[in-house]
């Protein structure tokens, strides 16, 4: 079965600092993999997916951008955060027809 | 599109008691339902899946699910809940021709003494 690693756990980073937060998965190949955000107290919101390295799909416009070099590797980035990408983000795998599976998570405090 | 209502946003239920969450659908064909539980801080684990055949589906830690297709439903249930089950519990609906999940608000689940 598959495991999912994402880091780091925690990050606090200041408004208009870079980020790079990262993906990886063991234990299954070409997955279709996935990036979510979670703000406090609400739901699941999909920010990225890709079904394959290079290929990127983005479900909401905004500073964020994803990136895959590698067909176990997702990395979510962003040039400038601002105060909203504060967060919980998710990254999962799965393929079509099949269950998703989720990482541990990356709490993001923006401040 | 597909979407999903999850009606109750927080539920408060005695240690031992029955609970019942409740997951309604939006989509044109057959749908791949999902309920997956969070404890606080945590990722999403799976509780259990439905994609075809018997519409009473059986997971971990105790819970079921059943599709109703004419209520366009797939509600969980666990018979006697326990205080490790405190969590948000989320429904999704998912579909054979889609890469995506769509996934319901949530619904946070408080287990009392």
């Known amino acids: 079965s598959q495991t999912i690693h994402q880091w780091p756990a925690t990050l606090v980073q200041p408004v208009g600092s870079p980020l790079s937060l990262e993906c990886t998965v063991e234990g299954t190949s070409n997955p279709n993999l996935y990036w979510y955000r979670q703000a406090a107290g609400r739901g699941l919101q999909l920010l990225f997916y890709s079904v394959g390295i290079g290929q990127i799909s983005s479900e909401v416009p905004q500073n964020l951008s994803a990136s895959r070099p590698q067909d176990r590797q997702f990395i979510l980035s962003s040039k400038k955060l601002l105060l909203s990408d504060s967060g919980f983000y998710l990254c999962?795998?799965?393929?079509?027809?099949?269950?998703?599976?989720f990482g541990p998570g990356t709490r993001l405090l923006v401040l | 599109a597909q979407s999903v209502t999850q009606p109750d946003i927080h539920i408060t239920v005695s240690e031992g008691a029955s609970l019942e969450l409740r997951c309604n659908y939006s989509y044109g064909a057959t749908p791949y339902l999902f309920w997956y539980v969070q404890s606080p801080g945590q990722g999403l684990q799976l509780l259990l899946k439905y994609f075809s055949g018997d519409t009473l589906v059986q997971g971990i830690k105790g819970f079921e699910a059943e599709f109703k297709r004419s209520q366009s439903s797939f509600n969980l249930r666990k018979p006697s809940v326990h205080w490790s089950d405190a969590a948000e519990y989320f429904c999704?609906?998912?579909?054979?021709?889609?890469?995506?999940?769509?996934f319901g608000a949530g619904t946070t689940v408080t287990v009392r003494a």
């Open positions: 999704a609906v998912g579909s054979s021709n889609d890469y995506k999940l769509s």
């Open positions: 999962a795998c799965g393929q079509i027809q099949e269950t998703q599976y």
